[in-house]
């Protein structure tokens, strides 16, 4: 028997019943898509939260304030109201030559805040994050204004109600007339209790993207003395301005644990406390951070789609297993006429190899396309599963394919196609062609 | 030369032992037509099968042309199966989705033979089934789809042709086509011809016929060929006469 007679009686038996063909193959098209599309995902949001971190800028180091902690419950980091304006000018008065800038900034409104703000103008109303900062802010995080001018030394003397919109608060009020100028109502606080005031907008940022904190895009900025007095929650009874975040910009850095150690220790003696009442991280630590969510994330993806294709390849396994043995009776005809051994399990090897191949070769397909689709804006699915381990990866989430994963899912199913296509063949080629007859 | 010497088959039914062949010493001749004759249970077909090296004895030694049949390999049985015997069943054991000629063809294939097509083609015209070529064994009749296993079994150019109740599933107008189809094969390319049945019409067409009872051999004798004993029994079935009265 030649390869090509194997061959041309493989495809034959596969033709003669296309419905068990086809229900053998849709296990794999289904294993494989699923390892594909969750894969590709995975990967997809890993590498852009990575390029995110890294789109802050290489020298960043972040000082928050410490956690509370309430009745012996310790909130989140950020939520103690410990960290002022006067520790970042007291830093800057160091004049550290390690800093090559240094901002302070207050924030209120954004995601999971408890005080949403909002930008109001002419009835159009946005969802925002109310930013007060000073003007060193743009050159720190390496974020310019696109048009107009940014939060001006002056601004911050007079408290004056100026702002910066951010590029889509822009447009989404303003939708592509010029804002400078105009006067813009933002509102900060809970339904009705919201409290507002009328700010002349001076500039728009330039357009960012998203950023770990959120769309950067989706930002307004005000000086920070105007935010403090006109936002009365976040007034300190101790007349310190309290803020939210200080950015420092490092000059070198190979300097961000020393940086860390001094300012630390200036940050402790300011505050007469022996343990840290506000946390220091720099840019590589949040990058770390990050992979370490994105690894969990992974595994769990990656366990998903391997049970998926498991489970198809117990799809296989089952039909493979009854259409042999449903055919050995069929063996036992061939073998009466002159089959050898080698002959049958050569047959259901090709058999099983053109299923799993064909089947295999769909699903790549098939899962390739549900990434484009999905790409193209049905960008639901991943974020939420993104968003459930706080990261947030808005509008640009990537798929990303990789050779490595298909040649997973197609290995994995392959290798159940053989497994359970041969096993049975293998049996049955070994009975006695008049056992293999009297088969039912 | 076939030469079976104290053969027997035992199968173990639960922990009993039960003797299908209970030491069978039997010899045939090149160019033979024998009938092998028996009641149910006699252990005939069992007997048929370790002949066509389908199944293998328990006890003793079978020699096919000088070579002990028990001692060889599954390959080189696979080779006296496609090479040397051709096989015909009472179910006719087609391939279900497989055409008349491809089924013919089958054997050639595992032979690795060129020319399948025209040698299969040949098998079939012998057997008178050249334009059914392309049916598929729903397609045909009983009687065609034994003829067609019959095209098959001698396709390969086999010295022996062995058939386990051939007529059985059939009526007695196919039943003597097939028959005819033996006595032909028989006489005229002088191959040997063994078939079990419980039929004595069928068995009437040979030349010798062995009686089998629990699983010995009771009787060996030759007989004088008759060939009518089937055909008068009915009229073909698409006998003009017989039409319009049928329907009334």
Redesign the interface.
């Known amino acids: 028997m030649t390869l090509i007679d194997i061959f041309a009686t493989s495809v034959a038996a596969l033709r003669s019943n296309l419905l068990r063909t086809f229900l053998t193959m849709l296990g794999i098209i289904i294993g494989i898509s699923a390892v594909i599309v969750l894969t590709a995902a995975s990967e997809g949001a890993q590498q852009g939260v990575g390029d995110r971190i890294r789109g802050l800028g290489s020298n960043l180091m972040f000082i928050r304030p410490g956690a509370v902690t309430t009745g012996g419950v310790q909130g989140l980091p950020g939520s103690g109201p410990s960290l002022f304006l006067e520790d970042s000018n007291a830093i800057a008065a160091q004049n550290f030559e390690y800093i090559e800038g240094i901002a302070s900034q207050g924030t209120a409104g954004g995601p999971g805040s408890p005080f949403p703000a909002q930008a109001i103008y002419r009835g159009q109303n946005v969802s925002t994050t109310l930013v007060g900062t000073e003007p060193s802010y743009q050159s720190v995080r390496d974020f310019y204004v696109a048009s107009g001018r940014f939060i001006s030394d002056d601004d911050v003397t007079k408290k004056a109600l100026t702002v910066v919109l951010g590029a889509n608060v822009a447009e989404k009020l303003f939708a592509g007339k010029d804002a400078v100028g105009e006067s813009v109502r933002i509102a900060v606080g809970p339904g009705r209790f919201a409290i507002g005031f009328n700010f002349t907008v001076v500039g728009v940022m330039e357009k960012k993207g998203a950023s770990t904190t959120g769309d950067q895009d989706d930002l307004v900025f005000v000086p920070l003395p105007s935010f403090q007095a006109r936002v009365p929650f976040i007034r300190n009874p101790r007349g310190f301005t309290n803020v939210s975040q200080i950015n420092i910009k490092l000059a070198d850095r190979g300097e961000a644990n020393r940086a860390k150690e001094e300012i630390g220790g200036l940050l402790r003696e300011r505050h007469n406390v022996n343990e840290d009442d506000f946390t220091i991280q720099t840019q590589s630590e949040l990058l770390s951070t990050a992979t370490d969510v994105e690894q969990s994330l992974q595994v769990l993806v990656v366990s998903i789609a391997l049970i998926s294709l498991f489970v198809g390849g117990l799809g296989i396994m089952n039909i493979m297993l009854v259409s042999v043995t449903e055919r050995t009776r069929e063996i036992g005809i061939r073998k009466a006429i002159g089959a050898k051994r080698v002959d049958i399990l050569l047959q259901f090897l090709v058999e099983a190899i053109l299923v799993t191949l064909l089947g295999g070769l769909l699903g790549v397909a098939i899962g390739w396309g549900i990434t484009r689709v999905l790409e193209r804006g049905l960008d639901w699915d991943i974020n939420l599963l993104v968003a459930s381990f706080s990261l947030s990866v808005s509008d640009s989430s990537k798929y990303l394919l990789t050779p490595f994963w298909i040649l997973v899912g197609l290995g994995v199913s392959a290798v159940t196609g053989l497994v359970a296509g041969v096993y049975p063949a293998w049996r049955a080629s070994r009975l006695d062609p008049i056992e293999a007859l009297r088969h039912e | 030369m076939i030469r079976l010497r104290r053969i027997k088959k035992t199968y173990h039914v639960g922990t009993q032992y039960v003797h299908a062949l209970a030491g069978i010493d039997l010899e045939i001749d090149d160019g033979e037509f024998l009938a092998i004759m028996g009641p149910s249970g006699s252990g005939k077909s069992t007997l048929m099968?370790i002949i066509?090296c389908?199944?293998?004895p328990s006890e003793g030694v079978y020699e096919l042309d000088g070579i002990n049949v028990s001692r060889l390999s599954?390959?080189q049985l696979?080779?006296i199966?496609?090479?040397r015997l051709g096989?015909v069943?009472q179910s006719f054991?087609?391939?279900p989705?497989?055409n008349a000629l491809a089924q013919v063809a089958?054997?050639l294939?595992?032979?690795?033979a060129a020319n399948r097509n025209r040698v299969a083609m040949a098998a079939l015209k012998m057997v008178g089934l050249e334009n059914r070529a392309d049916h598929k064994p729903t397609q045909l009749s009983g009687g065609q789809q034994q003829r067609v296993a019959i095209a098959?079994a001698l396709v390969?150019n086999p010295t022996i042709i062995l058939a386990d109740e051939p007529t059985g599933a059939l009526d007695s107008r196919t039943s003597h086509d097939v028959m005819e189809i033996f006595r032909l094969l028989n006489e005229q390319r002088g191959i040997t011809i063994a078939f079990v049945t419980h039929e004595p019409e069928v068995a009437a067409y040979t030349r010798r016929i062995v009686s089998v009872r629990d699983g010995l051999i009771v009787s060996d004798k030759p007989n004088i060929p008759v060939t009518q004993t089937l055909v008068p029994h009915h009229e073909p079935p698409h006998a003009p006469a017989a039409a319009p009265e049928a329907r009334a």
């Open positions: 099968n066509g389908l199944d293998r599954d390959a696979a080779k199966r496609n090479q096989f069943f054991n087609l391939l989705r497989m089958l054997p294939v595992y032979r690795g098959r390969g």
